[in-house]
């Protein structure tokens, strides 16, 4: 079974830059999460999906982070402009529908904004 | 949210068996305990789920005492590659907000 795919793996901007990620989650998989783990820290839900639909956003910065999961499968995580605070690995995960829900992780895209 | 507290770090050699605790006071009625191990470049990865008592699988135990305020995970005769940073987590199953800390930072010495 394929796992989370991420892309790009590194990424290297300047502040005031825009970048965005992509996830593909495991087949199947109706809920997709994105996580922002700065160096040292657990990781930081900024978004869930479940299907296409947003279960939570709460720490999401929106006026600079933007989200969307695309016919329920694939998502993107767009970040414009950056500042030098994120600076982080971005991290997808996704989880089946039934019990025990755990958490597949992709390998995370390092981002770091000079 | 149930709010978890894990020790930072802890240190271990091979072949001991670590058991890192888990504080979860306010675990709520329909809250599942779930743990996760992270090694450094990677995502974290599921280890473990319980409600109570005891869960073993080929990897680790999970201990539940019946008031579920606390849970310890065990990890039988560890080795150099069980060294990483291990989360608990608490809530309900299906589809809740889960919250990550600091975890603990397991180091396995030669």
């Known amino acids: 079974e394929a796992g989370v795919a991420q892309s790009p793996r590194y990424k290297i901007i300047e502040k005031r830059q825009s970048v965005a990620f992509w996830c593909n989650p495991i087949?199947?998989?109706?809920?997709l999460y994105w996580y922002q783990q700065i160096l040292g820290q657990g990781p930081k839900l900024l978004i869930q999906?479940?299907?296409?639909?947003?279960?939570?956003d709460s720490q999401l910065p929106k006026d600079r982070f933007s989200a969307e999961r695309l016919k329920g499968v694939d998502s993107t995580l767009k970040i414009q402009p950056a500042k030098l605070e994120d600076s982080a690995v971005y991290l997808c995960?996704?989880?089946?529908?039934?019990?025990?829900?755990?958490?597949?992780f992709g390998p995370g895209t390092r981002l770091t904004v000079t | 949210l149930a709010k978890t507290t894990q020790p930072i770090s802890m240190d271990s050699y091979e072949g001991q068996e670590v058991n890192i605790t888990c504080s979860h006071n306010?675990?709520?009625?329909?809250?599942?305990i779930t743990w996760y191990q992270q090694f450094p470049s990677q995502g974290p990865r599921f280890i473990i789920q319980g409600y109570k008592t005891k869960v073993t699988n080929e990897v680790a135990s999970l201990f539940i005492p019946a008031d579920r305020k606390s849970s310890t995970l065990s990890l039988p005769r560890v080795s150099l590659s069980d060294t990483a940073v291990y989360y608990c987590l608490v809530g309900p199953g299906g589809s809740y907000i889960p919250t990550f800390g600091r975890g603990t930072s397991l180091i396995v010495h030669p």
């Open positions: 995960a996704s989880s089946p529908p039934g019990p025990p829900y755990e958490q597949y």
């Open positions: 087949s199947g998989h109706a809920t």
């Open positions: 306010n675990i709520a009625t329909n809250d599942y």
């Open positions: 999906f479940q299907n296409n639909g947003v279960v939570d």
